[in-house]
DNA sequence: CCTATAATAGACCGGTCGGTCTATTTGACA
DNA sequence: TGTCAAATAGACCGACCGGTCTATTATAGG
């Protein structure tokens, strides 16, 4: 049994990634979680900005245990990179095609506050560093792991936006022949 | 002198780039144009909507006339894709690193509605259409040209993403080593 | 069991939202 | 110049926004 205060980041967080923080009301998250308005400010007292930032970094943790899943497994960087594509075209499937980058829209969209900024610049930052220690874990140089890291990162976000403009998974599924 | 509908549309377009179609205002809006509400409806019957659909026309054809002009005077490919990014990293910090891709923000942050959805992809569809017939003026074949399309295409996507992030046009400046 | 705190519950608030409507001004053409 | 549609102008509307506040219910520690 997940805590009300994880149950209200995990809701949010689904919501805030298919319409933006601005496009997802407080009552319509509180619906989606089944838990009243009290207990949302008893948990983030600073209220939808505080939610927003705890959906991100749940988001961005799951993420980077989706990386680890696919590269631990893997016989070489591209099996990992190839896996991982095809963990998050079934994520995307899973919901609808109406999901990309699990943390963008949350924290782009949102008031243009320079925490929102910096905490969305570290995540990405945090996927592309785990990447690239996967990379060296294959044998590349520390400079080819960061050149290969952010290729796919790069690509990956922008996969993320036309998957959904297109509401077809098979853009992230065809990212690997592309990037590697 | 610019008409009051095309007037309205290109304000509201750079709003909705910064803070998403939601994130914006109709009073914002109007007041940004310096025009009353009454001329909104009389130009767009359909408010808002209307108003992002024209925006976002005017935004992606824009950045076509930017690839003609990157590519037309470009002596190879790769210089054409390197005047490309170096334009759109000067228009990044020409809006103080608030607007990323142009019509992103302003369409897939609006309402889940079907038009808005195939509206961007066919903005996209375009983009990658016309990267690749200046690669394949540039002498490579159609399977190639595409190929490289989409690369540049989806890598621009997220260094837009990650420029907004980082606060730092340098993302875009670098995309060229990272995908020739 | 009693008590104090955590947590839930939701009524309520001022402000702003997108949108409608009527009135006035402007400008092209007869 | 007279006419009429195009365009401008903004008051006004109900709905919903995020946030505050008080009251009630669970729950853990003595």
Not at 33 to 56: E, I, Q, R, W
Not at 93 to 105: F, M, R, T
Not at 113 to 118: D, G, L, M, P, S
Not at 147 to 154: G, I, M, P, T, V
Request: with cysteine.
């Amino acid at each position: 049994m997940t805590s009300t205060r994880t149950e209200l980041a995990i809701k949010a967080g689904y919501l805030f990634q298919q319409r933006g923080y601005h496009g997802v009301g407080l009552s319509e998250i509180l619906e989606s979680a089944g838990v009243p308005k009290g207990s949302l400010y008893h948990h983030y007292p600073n209220g939808k900005a505080d939610l927003a930032l705890a959906a991100a970094e749940i988001a961005a943790t799951e993420v980077l245990r989706i990386i680890d899943a696919s590269f631990d497994e893997a016989a070489t960087y591209r099996d990992g990179v190839t896996t991982y594509c095809y963990k998050l075209a079934k994520y995307f499937d899973i919901h609808e095609g109406k999901i990309g980058c699990p943390v963008s829209a949350t924290l782009l969209g949102g008031p243009d506050n320079a925490v929102f900024r910096e905490t969305l610049s570290t995540i990405y930052s945090r996927w592309m560093d785990r990447l690239a220690e996967h990379a060296v874990r294959f044998g590349q140089s520390a400079a080819q792991a960061d050149h290969n890291a952010r290729r796919l990162f790069l690509s990956l976000e922008g996969s993320w936006t036309l998957a959904r403009a297109r509401g077809d998974s098979n853009v992230i599924r065809e990212l690997p022949s592309l990037v590697c």
